[in-house]
């Protein structure tokens, strides 16, 4: 794993395949670092996510370069590569105790999390622990339909104890937070299918790493059992 700096006492973990890193996932890192008092951000680059194909996922060493060009000037960020070093799929409950057990007891952990996730949590590893090990921080994302508020309890139902200002508290630990963030409208799945035809939208990637894609050759129409 690679932190920026000391070990600060508040912390935002953001998952994701980063295929590739995009401005909605740095203004979601920006809007955490500033509404919940983050010291850091820590984006943890999946290795083996469970729910997608290997064969349709860039090399992990791409994924976490261009994500390493993305934040390389932001004190505030730093990229984890905790997860390479584990065997079998990457999931987040044994990425969180990982964390921990290098961190200490006396960090927060803030796991960050867009909508669009969050309402998949019932099919993680062990989801209903995740609470307990970090504070769950839910955004919106452009093009789900739910609320929040509605998605908490349909995720986590009779454990919901409280409900207090966008804050949820859950029965033997743990608390759901939405955090509210201008809504950006850009995800990798667009960008790919951009790409893959030649065309990239400037507004939605940052250049150093469109800069790295094209010298790398990545996200040409590649050959898959379903294409
Ligand atoms: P893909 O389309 O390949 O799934 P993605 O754009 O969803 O890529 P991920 O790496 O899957 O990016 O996302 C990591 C985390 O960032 C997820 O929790 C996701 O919901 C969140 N996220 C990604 N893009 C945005 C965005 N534009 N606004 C808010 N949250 C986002
Ligand atoms: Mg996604």
């Known amino acids: 794993m690679v932190m920026a700096r000391s070990v600060p006492k508040k912390i935002g973990i953001l998952g994701g395949t980063f295929d590739p890193i995009h401005h909605g996932h740095l203004a979601l890192a920006q809007a955490a670092l500033e509404e919940l008092g983050l010291d850091e951000v820590l984006f943890v680059v999946a290795a083996r996510p469970p729910h997608k194909p290997d064969l349709r996922l860039s090399p992990f060493i791409d994924r976490l370069a261009m994500v390493r060009l993305a934040i390389k000037s932001e004190d505030c960020f730093a990229a984890s590569d905790v997860e390479v070093i584990r ?10 105790q990982d964390l921990r057990h290098c961190l200490g007891e006396a960090v927060s952990f803030f ?10 949590l019932p099919s993680w590893k062990e989801f209903r622990r995740l609470p307990e090990l970090a504070e769950l921080v839910v955004v919106h994302r452009p093009g789900s339909e739910q609320s929040i508020a509605a998605a908490v309890h349909d995720v986590f139902g009779s454990d919901v104890e409280s409900h207090q200002a966008g804050r949820w508290v859950l029965r033997g630990g743990g608390t759901v937070r939405e955090m509210v963030m201008e809504p950006l409208a850009i995800s990798s799945t667009e960008i790919r299918k951009g790409l893959e035809v030649g065309e990239f939208e400037e507004d ?24």
């Open 87 to 96: 065997s079998g799929p990457s999931y987040s409950v044994d990425t969180l």
């Open 111 to 120: 796991f960050l999390i867009g909508l669009d996730a969050f309402v998949d």
């Open 204 to 227: 939605s990637l940052l250049s150093e790493v469109a800069k790295y894609i094209k010298k790398h050759g990545l996200y040409h129409r590649r050959q898959t059992p379903d294409t």
